[in-house]
């Protein structure tokens, strides 16, 4: 049970090139036992509920994804009493039939991360826990993403495995195709640990890959080049406007 008094009803990360999400919103200063959150929440009112943004890389993209404090940001959205968390990320595709400006309602993780702080349980002092983990996305959250993306006319492919990197280097092509060949769909470098660690604090979590490029490029397409920084960003930000359309459709709904 969440012992601090509810503050926003929904929280929302924002990932690479989505650092706010409302023009007019309350910052609260919050403190974990883990340290702080990569930056002061910033709480809104939209499509009548209250909802919290964090920026998961901090101000100005300060944290690499290795460095990300994502105990400390599952923790702030903990104690302002969130009963769905929303996880928006930059994803590279693994397919062609996946293509850039594109969504994936993701159902699947693949953790190859390592070196992360990935649970709040550093000790068993209470006894063993050991949470299932088989279903990483709540299904009810994405199926109101899909609703929400159908409704703005969004491409939303339904279902995905997203393998989650450690970063901050793009992939090798070797390492893509290995990917690619164990059926995954997008690859990413922040999906874990947040999700196990919204699993923990017992917060519905769901993310939604928006795809900026086809990672080391296609085998079945010599044309396609390899991932750049410059491309993730340059596409994310002109796919920016959906990222905030699918937000505004689903709020209402996530909050009911």
């Given amino acids: 049970m969440n012992e601090y ?28 036992e883990w340290g702080p959150p990569s930056a ?14 964090l920026p998961r890389h901090g101000t100005g993209h300060r944290y690499p994804p290795h460095r990300v404090n994502y105990r400390a940001n599952v923790d702030a959205m ?10 928006p990320f930059a994803a590279g595709s693994l397919r062609p039939e996946i293509r850039p400006g594109e969504f994936v309602v993701c159902d699947q993780l693949v953790d190859r991360t390592w070196g992360r702080e990935s649970t709040f349980h550093d000790e068993f002092s209470d006894g063993p826990v050991h949470l299932p983990f088989a ?10 993403m899909l609703d929400a993306a159908a409704e703005v006319g969004a491409v939303a492919h339904d279902g995905g495995t997203v393998v989650v ?16 060949d164990c059926g995954w769909h997008v690859v990413n470098m922040t999906q874990a640990p947040e999700a ?12 939604i890959a928006l795809v900026t490029d086809y990672d080391a490029g296609l ?10 920084q410059e491309a993730v960003f340059a596409v994310f930000q002109a796919n920016l406007h959906k990222v905030r359309e699918l937000l505004d459709a689903a709020i209402p709904r996530l909050a009911r």
């Avoid at 990197?165 to 070797?174: E, H, L």
């Avoid at 196990?196 to 993310?207: D, Q, S, T, W």
């Fill in 196 to 207: 196990p660690l919204a699993m923990e604090a017992g917060i519905p979590f769901v993310g």
């Fill in 40 to 53: 002061p929440v910033a709480v809104a009112a939209i499509g009548g509920a209250r909802v919290a943004f």
């Fill in 165 to 180: 990197v450690n970063g901050p280097r793009f992939s090798t092509r070797a390492e893509s195709r290995w990917h690619r």
């Fill in 135 to 144: 279903e990483p996305y709540d299904p009810r959250l994405r199926r109101i």
């Fill in 78 to 87: 903990r104690q302002l009493g969130v009963r769905a968390l929303v996880s």
């Fill in 219 to 228: 085998d079945e397409d010599p044309g396609v080049a390899p991932v750049s």
């Fill in 5 to 32: 008094p509810p503050r926003a009803d929904i929280g929302v990360f924002g990932g690479s090139g989505f650092y706010s999400l409302a023009a007019e919103a309350d910052t609260i200063e919050l403190q974990t």
